[in-house]
């Protein structure tokens, strides 16, 4: 099992639209719950952390933790064309090893 | 006033070679990692360091060594070069998860060193 799992994608939505994506992880212990942005050729960047269970709102995006099932989620609302990217979940666990999922690309048609 | 730096953010070598890529952060963060990004965009740590100690050496192979001089630098050093090696190297760095129980340790990455095996 991998630690951590993301949605298959690529994921293509229209301009304005709800893109919702979704990662598990398998180690109960995590503590820290990362949404990264990765644009082509570039670094991550960090968009969203969240470490209690619930909804956690930054402008239009919306992570979700819910650590009894093992899930995070990222909603990105009114989504536009600079919304097109590879966005990747990442998971702290312990002993300062921060992992990532395979990442799901997103692109958002005008 | 570059938060975390990467040299170089281009390496073309021939296979066998030895080479290095160093990093460096002024963030003042304790824990520095690399990772490894193949063509698929995967992300996989490589290695975590801790106040200049390694924590985590993810089955790396023994033809990579990272070495810590103190905990603002975190270089990595490859020897006898394949192939397979070829990919975007990333180094990083974070707070320390323990001081003060911050939980929200982002992650900072550099731009990146794209290494080309040939």
């Known amino acids: 099992q991998k630690e951590v799992e993301q949605n298959s994608g690529p994921l293509s939505v229209p301009e304005g639209a709800i893109a919702s994506l979704n990662c598990t992880y398998s180690?109960?212990?995590?503590?820290?719950f990362f949404w990264y942005r990765q644009y082509s050729g570039k670094s991550p960047e960090l968009i969203m952390f969240?470490?209690?269970?619930g909804d956690k709102e930054d402008g239009r995006f919306t992570a979700q933790l819910n650590k009894a099932s093992q899930y995070v989620s990222l909603l990105i609302r009114d989504s536009q064309p600079s919304d097109s990217a590879t966005y990747l979940c990442a998971v702290m666990r312990s002993g300062y090893k921060l992992s990532f999922g395979a990442g799901t690309t997103v692109t958002v048609r005008a | 006033d570059t938060a975390v730096s990467q040299t170089p953010k281009y390496l073309v070598t021939q296979m066998g070679n030895d080479k290095s890529i160093k990093c460096e952060q002024n963030l003042g963060h304790d824990t520095m990692y690399w990772y490894k990004q193949d063509s698929k965009k995967f992300l996989k740590i490589m290695f975590s360091y801790n106040n200049k100690e390694l924590i985590i050496n993810e089955t790396v192979p023994n033809r990579f060594s990272p070495k810590s001089p103190d905990k603002a630098h975190l270089n990595l050093h490859i020897n006898s070069l394949e192939l397979g090696d070829s990919a975007v190297y990333f180094c990083?760095?974070?707070?320390?998860?323990?001081?003060?129980?911050?939980?929200?340790?982002?992650?900072?990455f550099g731009q990146g060193t794209r290494l080309t095996v040939v």
């Open positions: 969240i470490y209690s269970n």
């Open positions: 990083a760095s974070s707070q320390d998860l323990a001081r003060g129980g911050v939980m929200n340790t982002e992650a900072f």
């Open positions: 180690d109960r212990g995590s503590q820290s």
